[in-house]
């Protein structure tokens, strides 16, 4: 966080803010941030750093996962009129773009209660602010898919265009580490069946699936292998996520969450 928060500040302050220290003098001024509309809000630890960073005293912030209304004080701080405009931008993106994730991924969870199903993230991520953006998906209530490609074995469709046989995948995923979960992608009832067959898979993914099929490969994996969870992925919406729920899986991945969440609208204002 340090560093992204730094090289984010940088970016927009480069050698200084023209406008401000032109027509500004360095007086002390209080000042909020208010939510313009509703949702849940994240970026507490953000804000707390950037204040801290740059001497200004905020006396509350809201907490992360909290859910906000329109017009509700979400931080009041004091400092210096300079540096307070100097942060603003900065601070601003980090909080709108943050709490849009968390507040679309609510949305998400909501529409599935009261189905088992858990709402995951993707690596659909803007680079370099993944853990931020999967913190931002755990305070709307969804759960962290892999972090990576280094902490899970997740077999795709072009993995399996690059090995020969069902028997080679198999013989090579025996070589990994043991504490590293197994999940494969099916596109297809004979997929479903062959990933069974093989029994290295802790989760299979269903893949962009109908809904005909994807009842068809559940009973069957529920009937040939009720421990192995079941995902699905590829184009959930709000509009069909209840209806994927209603299916008796265990997770539903979600690449909107990250790459098309609409930032909340924050502003800050000095009183």
Same mark, same amino acid.
């Not at 001024?29 to 849940?40: C, F, N, R």
């Not at 905020?58 to 909290?66: E, F, L, N, T, V």
């Not at 893949?207 to 079941?230: C, E, F, G, H």
């Given at each position: 966080?340090?560093?992204?928060?730094?090289?984010?500040?940088?970016?927009? /302050?480069?050698?200084?803010?023209?406008?401000?220290?032109?027509? /500004?003098?360095?007086?002390?001024?209080?000042?909020?941030?208010?939510?313009?509309?509703?949702?849940?809000?994240?970026?507490?630890?953000?804000?707390?750093?950037?204040?801290?960073?740059?001497?200004?005293?905020?006396? $509350?912030?809201?907490?992360?996962?909290?859910?906000?209304?329109?017009?509700?004080?979400?931080?009041?701080?004091?400092?210096?009129?300079?540096?307070?405009?100097? /942060?603003?931008?900065?601070?601003?993106n980090f909080l709108q773009r943050l709490s849009g994730i968390a507040t679309l991924t609510s949305e998400f969870v909501q529409a599935v209660k009261p189905y088992e199903a858990r709402i995951l993230?993707?690596?659909?991520?803007? #680079?370099?602010?993944?853990?931020?953006?999967?913190?931002?998906?755990?305070?709307?209530?969804?759960?962290?898919?892999? !972090?990576?490609?280094?902490?899970?074995?997740?077999?795709?469709?072009?993995?399996?265009?690059? !090995?020969?046989?069902?028997?080679?995948?198999?013989?090579?995923?025996?070589?990994? #580490?043991?504490?590293?979960? !197994?999940?494969?992608?099916?596109?297809?009832?004979?997929?479903?069946?062959?990933?069974?067959?093989?029994?290295?898979?802790?989760?299979?993914?269903?893949?962009?699936?109908?809904?005909?099929?994807?009842?068809?490969?559940?009973?069957?994996?529920?009937?040939?292998? #009720?421990?192995?969870?079941?995902?699905?992925?590829?184009?959930?919406?709000?509009?069909?996520?209840?209806?994927?729920?209603?299916?008796?899986?265990?997770?539903? $991945?979600?690449?909107?969450?990250?790459? $098309?969440?609409?930032?909340?609208?924050?502003?800050l204002e000095i009183l």
């Amino acid at each position: 966080m340090d560093r992204i928060i730094k090289e984010a500040l940088a970016e927009d /302050i480069g050698a200084g803010d023209i406008t401000s220290n032109l027509l /500004i003098r360095d007086q002390k001024v209080k000042a909020v941030l208010l939510a313009k509309d509703h949702g849940v809000f994240c970026g507490r630890d953000i804000a707390r750093q950037i204040f801290n960073a740059h001497k200004i005293k905020y006396i $509350s912030i809201a907490k992360d996962g909290q859910k906000v209304r329109r017009g509700q004080v979400l931080a009041k701080f004091s400092g210096s009129a300079r540096n307070i405009l100097k /942060i603003e931008r900065t601070l601003l993106n980090f909080l709108q773009r943050l709490s849009g994730i968390a507040t679309l991924t609510s949305e998400f969870v909501q529409a599935v209660k009261p189905y088992e199903a858990r709402i995951l993230d993707t690596r659909k991520t803007l #680079p370099g602010l993944r853990l931020l953006e999967k913190h931002a998906v755990v305070c709307g209530g969804g759960v962290n898919h892999r !972090v990576g490609l280094y902490d899970m074995v997740l077999v795709k469709d072009n993995h399996l265009k690059l !090995v020969d046989s069902w028997e080679l995948i198999v013989d090579r995923l025996k070589k990994k #580490p043991k504490n590293i979960k !197994v999940e494969i992608e099916a596109d297809t009832l004979v997929q479903v069946k062959e990933i069974l067959k093989a029994e290295m898979a802790d989760i299979i993914l269903l893949d962009n699936m109908n809904i005909v099929t994807l009842k068809k490969a559940i009973k069957y994996i529920r009937q040939a292998s #009720p421990r192995t969870l079941i995902e699905i992925s590829g184009g959930v919406t709000l509009k069909k996520v209840k209806q994927y729920a209603k299916l008796g899986v265990d997770r539903i $991945s979600v690449g909107t969450l990250t790459h $098309s969440a609409r930032a909340l609208d924050i502003s800050l204002e000095i009183l």
